[in-house]
């Protein structure tokens, strides 16, 4: 009898499993982390809605492998540890495809090239490049491939937990200069008086969508989307919303 009761269990359970809404691995909402403090790329509009070149990239990146984009906002510095510790499935907020990174997580193809440059004051005629900031304080991001630079070149270096902190200190003279990504730079610069670039461009830099290692299948997806949304057109179309002719 307990044997035929068994039996009889079996396919019930099986039956149960099967309608259980469990979601397949690889299946369902993406879990994209990053920094929305860096405006153009990302950043939030009223209290929750995420907008801005990555963001909109990475909706359509969702839309051509079938999975729609939960964005999660996460300080810079906590992206990588993020994707390390499964808190997100992916992160992109500006983030350079450095040997050092590429140790820890998995970079998609470059989907953006960027590279760093300096911004002072408006008045200020002292800095005229990167070969001015030697013993000076100078601001960056946390964790950001500009705080490298910005070391490298012998600077007084203080790092913000946002770009926008920097500029704030930069405005009140509590720090002489900012090494940041030039594309972000320019766009504040543009955008909030008293502030100017100077110098060329001093490093050649490509941002990456990052993911734990591991995860070939999915960055082969984000790849092949990448290079879909290219050829469709549509990444021209959302870096001169955001970037080349942004509102």
Not at 108 to 113: A, F, I
């Amino acid at each position: 009898m307990r044997l035929l009761l068994a039996l009889l269990l079996v396919p019930a359970a099986l039956l149960l499993a099967g309608c259980s809404g469990a979601t397949p691995p690889g299946s369902g909402p993406l879990k994209v982390g990053t920094d929305a403090s860096y405006r153009p790329f990302e950043f939030l509009e009223g209290a929750d809605k995420f907008a801005g070149f990555d963001i909109e990239l990475m909706q359509a990146v969702g839309r051509e492998i079938g999975r729609p984009v939960e964005f999660r906002n996460s300080p810079f510095d906590g992206l990588i540890p993020g994707l390390k510790a499964g808190h997100f499935d992916v992160a992109i907020s500006c983030l350079t495809i450095t040997p050092k990174r590429a140790e820890e997580v998995a970079f998609s193809d470059p989907y953006y090239e960027a590279g760093q440059i300096v911004a002072v004051r408006h008045d200020e005629a002292g800095i005229r490049g990167r070969e001015d900031l030697r013993g000076r304080p100078v601001g960056a991001q946390e964790g950001t491939t500009g705080l490298d630079e910005a070391k490298a070149l012998g600077a007084t270096v203080r790092a913000y937990g946002t770009i926008d902190l920097a500029f704030q200190d930069l405005a009140n003279g509590q720090i002489d200069a900012i090494v940041n990504d030039e594309p972000v730079s320019r766009w504040l610069v543009a955008r909030k008086p008293g502030f100017k670039l100077v110098g060329e461009l001093f490093t050649r830099e490509q941002y990456g969508i990052a993911t734990a290692k591991g995860n070939g299948e999915l960055i082969g997806k984000i790849n092949e989307a990448l290079k879909k949304i290219r050829a469709s057109g549509e990444w021209e179309r959302i870096r001169e919303k955001w970037i080349t002719k942004p509102q």
